[in-house]
């Protein structure tokens, strides 16, 4: 997959991103033509990419925003920076839609504001313009994820939102869903660290809905780990959904023929996607190792996907006894 990212000239200090991950609002699963036609629309003219293996994954090509807007570290005083921060939308398995925004944060070379045709031509990169003290990167990641967005501050999560909605109202897609599911929140910060050096990770669930990544990589894997917390966001958001409709229909639940039909596409369509590290880069496919370990994701999904069969198995007996009984009042 090409880069979202450009490098600057000037050491990334860090780099801080956002991604959402919902259902793609069609009844059916997308063909990767489709997929393709979908995403040429987030900028017209330029090259989607796409593979159909292990599991197909589409990503459009990045569209550029500028921000003239502050940092809070987690600690010192908070820090202005000018630039643009680059998004695109990635569609996973012709089901599954993501919108990924991310800005490396360098030093600027001058106090003094430069023209908007200087920070366009390094798109997704924002230059800081107040001083940086001592553990800047250490800092600034921290206060990204502790901090949220509005007011005076950089909120990826708004811009973020709007990638999402803007490819979810294409009129190509008919707005049917086959089974109820919600957006999940991934939010995710980089310092970086020393070449060779093990890749630091740390994951956690803020809400329900809203989960945080921190990284340390080199500068040369920020465009892996970005990959890669899209990888990890679609496999969280399987977890997160198929947990929720395991919850919502109960032992008990009498309504069969719903519990069919809901279950039925849950698991035609998204037991098939669920291959953690198929589309993270090799330099941090390690990290799922230790996510497989703790808190366990297969080990999750298996028990639910095992749940959710278990159910509809039961489901399917009950309808039939039923229709035999039906039968026999004749």
Known sequence: MSSALVCAAEPVVSVLG????????????????????LLGTVKPGSTVTS???PVPLAVSPSRVEGVDCLLIPASGKQVHIIGTVASHVVVVGGRILQSSTV?????????????????LSVPGTVEVVSKLGADAGARLADGFLGQGGGGDRLDLASISQRMSTSVR????????????????????????????ERPGFVFRLDTDSRRSVRLIVPESEVTAAQRFCEDLAVHDWLLTTIGQVADRFGPADQEVGRLLDQLAPILEQLAPLWMPGAHTPAALRRSWDRLEADPGFTRQWTARVGQLRDRMSTATLHALRNSKISSSDW
């Not at 800005?103 to 920070?119: E, G, I, K, L, T």
Request: charged letters at 25%; aromatic letters at 6%.
């Open 103 to 119: 800005s490396r944060v360098v030093p600027a070379n001058s106090r003094a504001r430069r023209p908007w045709s200087h920070y």
């Open 169 to 196: 109202v294409d009129p190509r897609l008919d707005q049917g869903v086959p089974f109820r599911a919600g957006t999940t929140r991934l939010r995710w910060a980089v310092e970086i660290g020393t070449p060779g």
């Open 18 to 37: 956002e991604i959402h991950t919902c259902l793609l609002p069609s009844r059916g699963v997308l063909d990767t033509s489709a997929v393709v036609e």
């Open 51 to 53: 593979r159909e293996r």
